[in-house]
């Protein structure tokens, strides 16, 4: 092995096929995944954050999935953490920590290093964040950000309210705003991104969204709503508003499905920034195409044993 430990991502925009791609990678090598989704770290929310079925997840052993219930707390800073230890134990074990996820800030906080301060959520201070943002524009509260830290606001895309907000926390919680990244470099790392056509691509997000919904979407926000309140932060999850919506009965059930299907993709419009064609960082292949994967991977791992 390298000094470097290795690792492979599967990592990119929503809907590509990370999961499916990451479990037949599984079935070939001796991987552990993983998760660099936000979303999916919260028990009893699979269904909405198209988390891994425990029949999948029998294929390997997968980390940072359904483990913390939805009232915890979770941040960048945790998944760093924890992360970072597990790829190192991984590395030791002659296992592959198999990166998998779209969550474009926890990816690139691992590999390049962010500094990262540990800010605690203030509520009273989001609320009133977001007071702003309903009263006065997207627009506003972004350009509040810009003065307060104009580097978050360099790579923060400003209709990403959370993403705002929570720069908007940080600076005015800490007195300073965030660092700028110092690349640390530390991975031998291998990025892997699946591509497909626009057109098939958004077909793929409205076919996954009636999946979703078809099969208890519905009845597990229902389950949640029975346990914890509709203000929790983890509901601003996609779709979930929109399922909170319709059982009100403020919207309608083919509204409820269009409008998720909408914000997942505004989302990907989104992701568009954290994941770059030209990154020469990441090689995209096409999503339909098992075949060029494996043999992608298996080069890499050939390479790696190579230079052990």
């Known amino acids: 092995m390298q000094d470097k ?14 999961t499916d791609a990451a479990l037949l990678l599984a079935q070939n090598y001796n991987v552990e995944i993983l998760s660099a989704d ?14 891994p079925t425990i029949e999948q997840q029998s294929f390997a052993r997968h980390h940072f999935i359904n483990f913390i219930d939805p009232d915890s707390d979770w941040n960048i800073k945790k998944f760093v953490e924890l992360a970072e230890n597990k790829i190192i134990h991984l590395n030791k074990r002659n296992r592959i920590p198999l990166l998998v996820g779209g969550s474009g800030l926890y990816i690139w906080s691992l590999l390049e290093g962010r500094s990262i301060p540990e800010v605690k959520p203030d509520l009273e201070m989001r609320n009133e964040l977001e007071l702003i943002a309903k009263t006065k524009g997207h627009e506003f509260l972004f ?74 979407f519905i009845e597990e926000v229902n389950n949640l709503l029975s346990e914890y309140s509709s203000s929790l932060e983890a509901f601003k999850s996609i779709g979930y508003q929109e399922v909170i919506a319709y059982i009100n009965n403020d919207i309608s059930l083919n509204e409820s499905i269009e409008m998720t299907i909408q914000s997942t993709k505004r989302f990907l419009k989104m992701q568009s920034r954290w994941f770059k064609k030209n990154d020469p960082r990441i090689n995209w292949i096409p999503g339909n195409n098992p ?18």
């Open 5 to 18: 430990d290795f690792l492979i991502g599967i990592i990119g925009p929503t809907a590509t096929g990370k």
């Open 38 to 51: 936000a979303s999916q770290t919260r028990r009893g929310m699979e269904i909405g954050t198209a988390a």
């Open 143 to 216: 350009n509040i950000l810009k003065i307060e830290d104009p580097i978050s606001a360099q790579r923060i895309d400003p209709l990403n309210i959370r993403r705002v907000i929570r720069a908007l926390e940080i600076v005015r919680t800490t007195g300073m705003p965030v660092q700028p990244i110092e690349y640390k470099d530390q991975y031998n790392a291998h990025l892997i991104a699946l591509e497909w056509p626009e057109e098939v691509l958004l077909e793929r997000i409205e076919q996954r969204v009636h999946f979703m919904y078809e099969n208890g």
């Open 291 to 308: 075949d060029i994967l494996l043999e992608h991977v298996h080069n890499l791992v050939k390479k790696e044993l190579n230079n052990g």
